[in-house]
């Protein structure tokens, strides 16, 4: 079931790309510009094929995206169904389309979700209470100690904790109740690992061994882990309304983490300069641990397979989301900084070269190829 969830959820993410391309696609059919070519990722180019519209249909070998090429796209071009040549309004529409089928997606998403099951993955999640009914709680391993009860026994992380003893756990709050009460004890653990139940015998740490270990700075547990609850919720009528809220509050915790990467960045290059290596270490840690690229992807669809679909489907809506913001802001190789760089030339009524545009933006694409190459080294080594 999780390979299959895995495999789902990695044709999702494809069809998160093309939707956002085929945003730009439709505006610009509409806003009458010329479509060259549509791409799925970036090349080297692994398909092709010419349709009955006159345009290249591409399946490229870099997963990092997709593109729509248009006619004439540098802002000085003036033929024909160009973009150069078509209204700023029409251009503001298509640079935008790609942000808008995005949003829309994980505003579906949410919604479809807060219906049958939404994660709880924030203590505050936004929800309206009245309508907020849990669905399902299940306690799950999220670590294990090494050469613990529970690793000796053979638990795992993220198998589903269902009876300590013959105790139900029902809580995380409720589990050191439960292995107290058996302390240096063989008791039975009832879990779910895959979709099937299974049953292994632990010897608990006795009481002695556990409080004596709290005056450390290693304490420990009878067990041995440390719970993680995974929560549904389901909401009726204010399901539209929970997924505007939840992407609200997700957009906020997004810039917030940007702002925290960004300062991690200054970091590092501050402790370059002086020599701090110390301070280099930290803002690289702080930075790293505020991005992921298409390894980290990779790797939190595989370990959300796991958790059913509910939560794969809450992964693809928040990637979806995270698409939006992106793409919003000003940076020269996404839709934001072709669009800021378009509105200023406007504003300013300074023309930009064509020369200047392929400056501006093949540097920023070259940065941010750069950026995904070391944030793919930092996954790697986060990983694996």
Known sequence: MGIFLLIVGLILFIGLVVVHEWGHFIAARRGGVDVEEFGIFFPPRLYKRKTKGGWNFTVNALPLGGFVKLKGEHDSDTGKGSYGAAPTKTKVKIMLAGVFMNLVTALVLFTILALIGMPKLLDNQFTIKSDTKVARNNVLVSYIEPNSPASKAGLQPRDKLVNIGGKQVTTASKLPTITKQFAGEPVKVTYVRDGQTKT?????????????????DNPKGYLGIE????????????????????????????????????A??????????????????????????????????????????????????????????TLAIMNVL??????????????????????????????????GFAVLMVLIIVITVVDVKRFF
């Open 330 to 363: 000003p940076i020269p190789a996404l839709d934001g900084g072709r669009l800021f760089v378009m509105l200023y030339s406007r504003v300013t009524k300074t023309r930009i070269s064509p020369q200047a545009e392929e400056a501006i933006y093949g540097t």
């Open 200 to 216: 292994t015998e632990a010897t608990l740490r006795g009481t002695q061994e556990v409080d004596a270990s709290k005056k450390t």
């Open 227 to 262: 719970p993680a609850e995974f929560t549904l919720q389901r909401s009726t009528w204010s399901a539209p309304i929970v997924a505007v809220g939840l992407s609200a509050q997700l957009t906020a915790l997004t810039y917030q983490g940007l702002g925290h990467a960004l």
């Open 264 to 321: 991690g960045l200054g970091g590092i290059f501050a402790g370059a300069l002086t020599g701090n290596h110390a301070a280099r270490e930290n803002a690289q840690t702080t930075a790293s641990s505020q991005v992921s690229g298409p390894v980290g992807i990779f790797v939190i669809l595989k370990d959300g397979s796991l958790l059913g679909y509910q939560f794969m489907l809450l992964i693809i809506a928040v990637i979806s989301l």
